[in-house]
């Protein structure tokens, strides 16, 4: 058996090869964007795979395919999950042809998410299985495991995974890929089945029900919920990436360790319970299984101990232990050395040629009030911008701008959104605008891709996920045809236009689209000549300074007159946009004669 | 067999992740449990980077507790001092010594430690520290991104790995027409660290 280290998010994309998975879908977010990534890049041949415009039409297609008999995946982050759930809703009742799992990749500790929220629940509310993996080898096996539950059961199964299980890597041992079906039959006609109408679907309702008890028994003496019995005086219930955590911060501990985390096994809890002392829960964010174990009339310890918030990693575990009283002295644990001066942070910033730095610099200086979205140009609310005043969830900003409108908000008020973000659920949003004759600018800020979380393909773009040729969905007609009247299309890279563009939009009486178009730095492989400041003429006003722009930066020499640092550019960094060369008001700006930029950083 | 941790720091679009993957290769290779915890999204615009590295006979977690690690591989200063409060006083520290200023000094208020305020930090954190001037080594060889392979070969002289297994993990994942120029850089790294180790 070949011996390989994974990426918790390449062992799923891994287990989906070994589960005779054909067809994957999903929307890109992290910490999930790299299973299909993988698949679409390692498995080509034997699966499918594509992004589709949002995740919940990820899911209805993974509904079609897998009523259609094939092995089906689909991927979502945490919030992508709410997006999802209308569809997984019905497919409980459907059930399916071909297993079907629904990977959701968890965010505590918020690296790159709006909130906090547990995916679990999502479980508990759907009434399916749910299989939480602690490392990459237990993320492979789960989509083996899940998906001969979802033919076993005749049910969706939810795997959900952390960021820290997503993004770690530890050692796989890979397995064969069994034998698929190369064609399918005839589409299955069975109306009261796959056709959730109430009459229906009503009739489906207990079928579901005792799915979920044939489910909880079986989850008794499934292979991966076992106890590994040590001390008697302290037992813990753990599953997930925070098991292995506690394995270490408590080694003297027995240990329930729940590979399936819905429904549970009572009598393995109850049995487990019974044989230690004092028995607490650890889990991250919420008390799911706390709760459900309390329920159960067991005395239980969690979140009393353990906060609802932020991750459980061996540190925190440590500390809480120790003011608990549950570990004496942190065992084998050495003193860390405080750091003693404080040290500038180094937060993320706009690329250097990010086409988005234009808008932001006259949203900036124009002061009106931006509804913002989900994409890089979220970092438009840092400074030196601070241009944004809102921002939720993908698509939010252009109903908030029309909420903004309505309310009667006295000055001209934008929204921004990237071309992905748009397609995803910005456009029902665009058209409740132009129907119920909103006023507002809803700038479409098109970078050619889904660029913050990978530089995924999208209807925008003229290639699939799998290489494939695709067309090219244009802005322009596509808003028309949507009936907005007033749209224009300008270059990002020309700080002229974007201005004159904002001005024109903002005048219009009416919903109005401004399209700012301009390839992202990371895709812009033409090479062009990078810039320097001619130190003679700066005069150190600090306007190209306010770009942003992480190749600009303060020189040693000064402005005689004002004592100011004048501005120098890092030849290494610049990729020659010409932003700052258009906004430096005595032309101190220039192309450098002595260095081209490569384009292939 | 005891456990090894390792935090690999740098700056987004360093090359740091590159460098923790090929080190918790070499450690599988080396016949070790390998476990290895990243941060990654928008972090990788420009952010910064730590990547936790660990060896052992059986690892359970793949994030190590402060005061736990063995070893710091830090492809710029500023970054290697947030590092500190992970070491422990037998700790040893591989730096580059190349600074990247971040946004908030470049363009902004915020000031960036001196060299002898990183050198005393790092010093009074762990037991032996190596400094490198990977970047000026890598431009000497004629690319600026084989600082990070600078950096490997260099860190490796410090591990009781053989060179073959590492040469081989670093190889491994290069596109054949640059071999040579990464071999080279592999090799300039094991030299750097014996000077840094007699001056
Ligand atoms: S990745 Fe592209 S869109 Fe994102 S900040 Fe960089 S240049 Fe801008
Ligand atoms: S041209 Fe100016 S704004 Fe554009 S990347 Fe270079 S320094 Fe930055």
Redesign the pocket.
């Given at each position: 058996m070949n011996k390989v280290l994974l990426s918790g998010n390449e062992a799923i994309a891994r287990g989906a090869y070994e589960a005779g998975v054909q067809i994957a879908t999903g929307y890109p977010g992290t910490p999930s964007s790299e299973i299909l990534a993988t698949i679409a890049k390692k498995y080509k041949d034997e699966i499918y795979a594509e992004w589709s415009t949002n995740e919940k039409v990820a899911m209805d297609v993974a509904a079609g395919a897998a009523y259609s008999g094939r092995r089906t995946m689909v991927t979502a982050k945490q919030v992508g999950m709410n997006v999802l759930s209308d569809a997984l809703l019905y497919t409980v009742y459907t059930g399916i042809e071909a297993g079907l799992v629904v990977i959701t990749a968890d965010d505590p500790g918020m690296f790159s998410s709006q909130n906090e929220q547990d995916n679990r629940w999502y479980a508990k509310l759907a009434k399916i299985p749910l299989l939480e993996p602690a490392d990459s080898q237990e993320a492979k096996d789960f989509v083996v495991l899940g998906i001969g539950l979802s033919e076993e059961f005749d049910t969706p199964v939810l795997i959900r995974t952390t960021m820290r299980v997503s993004h770690s890597k530890s050692i796989v041992l890979e397995g064969e890929r069994p034998s698929v079906p190369q064609e399918v039959g005839p589409f299955v006609r069975n109306q009261e089945k796959y056709v959730c109408t109430a009459m229906w679907a009503k009739k489906r309702h207990p079928v579901v029900e005792q799915r979920l008890v044939n489910l909880a028994r079986y989850a008794e003496d499934a292979p991966f919920n076992h106890v590994e019995w040590a001390e008697h005086s302290l037992g813990i219930i753990a599953s997930g990436v925070t098991y292995m955590y506690a394995r270490e911060v408590f080694p003297q501990a027995s240990f329930l360790k729940l590979g399936m985390t819905f429904p549970l096994p009572e009598e393995l809890i109850r049995s487990f319970a019974d044989g230690v002392e004092k028995l607490i829960v650890i889990e991250e964010l919420d008390p799911f299984l706390e709760e459900q174990i309390r329920a159960m009339g067991i005395n239980v310890i969690g979140k009393e101990i353990f906060p609802p918030y932020d991750e459980l990693l061996p540190d925190t575990l440590t500390q809480l232990g120790l003011e608990s009283g549950l570990i004496d002295e942190a065992k084998g644990m050495t003193h860390s050395v405080t750091v003693p001066t404080e040290l500038p942070a180094r937060t993320p910033v706009l690329c250097?040629?990010c086409p988005h730095?234009s808008t932001y610099y006259w949203l900036n200086k124009m002061k009106m009030p931006v509804a913002g979205d989900i994409g890089c140009y979220n970092l438009g609310c840092l400074p030196p911008f601070n241009a944004q005043h809102t921002m939720g969830c993908m698509g939010a900003s252009v109903g908030v701008l029309h909420g903004m409108s309505i309310a009667g908000v006295p000055e001209h008020a934008v929204a921004t959104i990237g071309d992905s973000t748009f397609f995803h659920s910005g456009m029902p949003a665009l058209l409740n605008m132009v129907h119920n004759q909103s006023r507002g600018v809803v700038i479409i800020m098109d970078n050619g891709s889904t660029a913050m979380t990978g530089h995924q393909d999208n209807p925008g773009t003229d290639w699939t996920l799998q290489g494939k040729d695709a067309p090219h969905v244009e802005f322009e007609p596509l808003v028309r045809a949507m009936g907005v009247e007033k749209v224009l299309t300008v270059n990002a890279f020309d700080i002229g236009e974007v201005e004159s563009g904002l001005n024109e939009c903002l005048a219009y009486d009416g919903p109005s689209v401004l399209i700012t178009e301009g390839l992202c730095a990371q895709l812009d492989r033409t090479p062009k000549p990078?810039?320097m400041v001619n130190p003679d003429k700066c005069i150190a006003c600090g306007a190209?300074l306010k770009?942003g722009?992480p190749?600009?930066v303060k020189a040693d020499k000064v402005d005689e007159k004002t004592g100011n640092p004048k501005a120098e550019?890092d030849p290494g960094?610049?990729?020659?946009?010409?932003?700052?060369?258009q906004v430096c008001p005595v032309e101190a700006?220039q192309i450098s004669k002595d260095r081209e930029t490569q384009g292939d950083r | 067999m005891k456990n090894i941790s390792f935090l690999v720091a740098g700056v987004g679009g360093q090359g740091t992740l590159l460098a923790s993957d090929i080190l918790a290769e070499v450690g599988m290779e080396a016949g070790y449990d390998v476990k290895k915890s990243d941060v990654l999204g928008l972090a990788v615009r420009g952010g910064s980077v730590l990547s936790h590295v660990r060896w052992g006979e059986k690892v359970a977690s793949p994030v190590v507790r402060k005061g736990d690690m063995d070893y710091l591989l830090a492809f710029e200063p500023l970054e290697a001092m947030r590092g500190v409060e992970f070491l422990h006083p037998k700790s040893i520290v591989l730096c580059n010594t190349k600074a990247m200023p971040p946004i908030t000094v470049s363009g902004g208020s915020e000031v960036y430690p001196t060299h002898e305020q990183v050198i005393r930090v790092l010093q009074s954190a762990a037991a032996t520290v190596h400094f490198v001037d990977a970047s000026a080594e890598a431009e000497r060889l004629g690319n600026l991104k084989v600082a990070n392979v600078v950096m490997l070969g260099a860190f490796s002289t410090l591990l009781d790995v053989p060179r073959k297994t590492w040469e081989g993990v670093v190889l491994s994942r290069i596109p054949q027409k640059y071999v040579a120029l990464n071999q080279n850089a592999f090799h300039t790294g094991c030299t750097v660290v014996k000077r840094s180790q007699l001056s």
């Open positions: 250097a040629g730095r990078s810039y190209c770009l722009c190749a600009i550019i960094l610049c990729v020659g946009c010409d932003i700052c060369r700006i | -």
